[in-house]
């Protein structure tokens, strides 16, 4: 059951659940640090644009889309909800060495060639701040914001004013600064790792270490949903507060992407025996050479499996 509390600025009442680690007051926009390591000056936040004009956009995507305003007269607005996602950001230095290898395929035999890569860098790492981020928004938001490097500014200096301009509702912040500093550690080393299985066939070594994150700031980033109705069923799209957006969104599969989809499932399904073919007759044949016919199986497969679903997602 939540607690009720006064704000530190205000005296206002500000609404207090043991997850809380901090809550901006409603009233004033001034954040509260109910617990853990974390100081108000740590907290900033990004300016939203308001409610009409996320509608404006909306529209305005409804009447554009391929497929969208060809349902554009049976669409409606369903619900509208916003919040500020809360996300800790910061500086850390990453070094050491990585040995990786790269499968080389020559003369029907393999055999893997290996190389070392020293490592220097400077990573701005991005941590939801909550245990269980929503499946669909955060991730995408923060993506966003990455791409577009947005205006950020200290909720201290946002006077009341401009609070009642910009305020939403703001999801729990449920981990500390001295837990987000632990994790940004962790999750540096882990993008570098990635960064490189993904360049490779394989790591044969990493053999690096992370400095001392630094310039920590808890950034609230604006995220607005818009639910709207088609037919029977209920779909969504997500737009980004600061700049309209759209960073995801659910839509009905058309009548004619659906056929779209099943002539792509048909085309590979047709090329699959004559692929099967090419590679039979082929004087010199190698275990890699069934690689394609299995990818137009798969391609079909695919094809079909979208061609019979109702619900498209577009990041």
């Known amino acids: 059951m939540s607690e009720v509390f006064s704000c530190k600025k205000c005296n206002a009442p500000i609404n207090v659940t043991p997850e809380s680690i901090v809550v901006v007051c409603p009233y004033c926009g001034y954040p509260n640090i109910i617990s853990g390591i974390i100081f108000p000056e740590d907290v900033y936040i990004i300016s939203s644009h308001n409610k009409a004009k996320i509608i404006d956009r909306f529209n305005m995507l409804i009447r554009t889309d391929f497929d969208l305003r060809k349902l554009a007269p049976y669409i409606q607005v369903y619900d509208i909800r916003a919040f500020y996602a809360p996300v800790w950001m910061g500086d850390i230095r990453v070094n050491g060495m990585v040995s990786y290898y790269k499968i080389v395929r020559k003369n029907k035999t393999t055999r893997r060639k290996y190389y070392t890569s020293n490592v220097d860098r400077t990573l701005t790492v991005f941590l939801p701040a909550r245990r269980q981020p929503m499946k669909f928004g955060i991730d995408e938001a923060i993506n966003r914001f990455k791409s577009t490097n947005p205006n950020i500014v200290r909720l201290v200096d946002i006077d ?122 082929a004087k010199e044949k190698s275990l890699g050479s069934y690689v394609i016919p299995l990818l137009l199986m798969a391609g079909s497969y695919y094809m079909t499996s979208l061609a019979l679903r109702s619900v498209r997602i577009e990041r």
């Open 160 to 281: 009341r004013y401009q609070w009642e301009n910009m305020k939403l509702e703001i999801l729990n912040t449920e981990f500390d600064k001295s837990e987000a500093y632990r994790r940004i550690k962790e999750e540096s080393l882990d993008i570098v790792r990635e960064e490189y299985k993904r360049r490779s066939d394989g790591i044969d070594a990493f053999l690096c270490k992370s400095g001392e994150p630094t310039n920590l700031k808890l950034v609230l980033l604006p995220i607005w949903w818009i639910y709207y109705k088609y037919k029977d069923s209920i779909y969504y799209i997500v737009f980004s507060g600061w700049d309209l957006y759209p960073i995801i969104r659910t839509e009905p599969v058309t009548t004619f992407r659906r056929l779209i989809y099943l002539i792509g499932s048909l085309f590979f399904l047709l090329a699959t025996p004559i692929s099967i073919i090419i590679v039979s007759s």
